[in-house]
C-alpha cells in the first residue's frame, strides 16, 4: 500500500519561506512513470496544483505561483519537498502531496493533507 505523509510547520510567518516535506512508503519515488506532486487548497476554494518531480528527479511548477515554489527530493529518504518563499496570506491553505500515474493523469495516492497558516 503506498501511503504519502506530509510535515512540516503549520505556522510560517509572512515573507517567510514555507518548507514540507512528503515521506513515501510502499513505493519509491524513482519508479518509472510517475510523478510526485504537491497540491492545496486554500479554505473556501478549490484545490491548486503546484508543482512536481518526475521519476527522473525533472521538475514542473504552476506558473501563478510566478517561480516562489521549488520542488526537490532526497532518493535516500525516499521524499519530496517543497519550499514556497516570500509567503503571504493568500498562501494559507491545506497542503496535501500525491502521486500521479503518467499512464492515466490519475492523482492515484494522496497524503492526508496539513494545514499551513501564515501569521506574525
Known amino acids: 500500500q503506498v501511503q504519502l505523509q506530509e510535515s512540516g510547520p503549520g505556522l510560517v510567518k509572512p515573507s517567510q519561506t514555507l518548507s514540507l516535506t512528503c515521506a513515501v512508503s510502499?513505493?519509491?519515488?524513482?519508479?518509472?512513470?510517475?510523478?510526485w506532486s504537491w497540491i492545496r487548497q486554500p479554505p473556501g476554494k478549490g484545490l491548486e496544483w503546484m508543482g512536481a518531480?518526475?521519476?527522473?528527479?525533472?521538475?514542473s511548477h504552476s506558473p501563478s505561483l510566478k517561480s516562489r515554489a521549488s520542488i526537490s527530493r532526497d532518493t535516500s529518504k525516499n521524499q519530496f519537498t517543497l519550499q514556497l518563499s516570500s509567503v503571504t496570506p493568500e498562501d494559507i491553505a491545506v497542503y496535501y502531496c500525491?502521486?500521479?500515474?503518467?499512464?492515466?493523469?490519475?492523482?492515484?495516492?494522496w497524503g492526508k493533507g496539513t494545514l499551513v497558516t501564515v501569521s506574525s
Open positions: 510502499g513505493a519509491s519515488i524513482t519508479t518509472n512513470y510517475y510523478y
Open positions: 518531480i518526475a521519476y527522473v528527479g525533472s521538475t
Open positions: 500525491a502521486r500521479i500515474a503518467t499512464m492515466t493523469g490519475a492523482m492515484d495516492y
